[in-house]
């Protein structure tokens, strides 16, 4: 595929998850001023039906969030043929974002039943957060020789520029 048609094809991804976490965001602020979801109990009168609500949306945005990183993934692979495993790349960064979301979006459900161990669940996010972080640099570093070509194959005119296709030509 060209790299014009995987560009069209990740901006299709991207606006298709966009208008879905827009659905999903109105549909939470919608239900976040209803007045009669804001003082009735789900599971206690610690936990609103109005927050639980909220959650059940977020987790939706979340689903669809991380389902757009695994759909785009193959076009990032396509379109960032200089980085090997761009692909992989992208679902580690789509995954610290969400899980900076999911930390914000979450808390007003859970901290009121986890009053006195609120650092249980910041070490949650951060465990996993330093996971897909140490995974996401790794992945870089792992591919840095391919990007350093890359970014230098510029200062050579004399040579032609290093791409997986051309690997093949190279008689090292």
Do not use: C
């Not at 048609?5 to 919608?30: D, S």
């Not at 076009?75 to 761009?86: C, R, S």
């Not at 161990?117 to 996010?125: G, I, L």
Request: hydrophobic share 55%.
């Amino acid at each position: 595929m060209a790299k014009k048609e995987l560009l069209w094809n990740l901006l299709i991804k991207a606006v298709k998850t966009l208008v879905a976490l827009f659905t999903l965001v109105a549909i939470g602020t919608f239900v976040e001023y209803l007045p009669y979801a804001k003082a009735l109990p789900f599971l206690s009168q610690k936990l609103p039906v109005g927050v639980f609500l909220n959650a059940v949306v977020s987790l939706l945005g979340l689903v669809v969030f991380v389902k757009f990183g695994a759909e785009a993934s193959p076009a990032a692979d396509g379109i960032l043929e200089f980085v090997p495993g761009a692909g992989k790349l992208f679902r580690s960064i789509v995954k610290i974002l969400a899980l900076l979301f999911a930390y914000y979006a979450f808390q007003d459900a859970v901290f009121p039943f986890i009053a006195d161990y609120e650092w249980a669940y910041q070490t949650v996010f951060l465990g996993f957060t330093l996971f897909f972080l140490v995974r996401a640099g790794l992945q870089i570093y792992e591919s840095s020789e391919e990007i350093s070509k890359f970014l230098v194959s510029g200062l050579r005119p004399d040579k032609p520029s290093v791409h997986p296709e051309n690997k093949a030509l190279d008689t090292k």
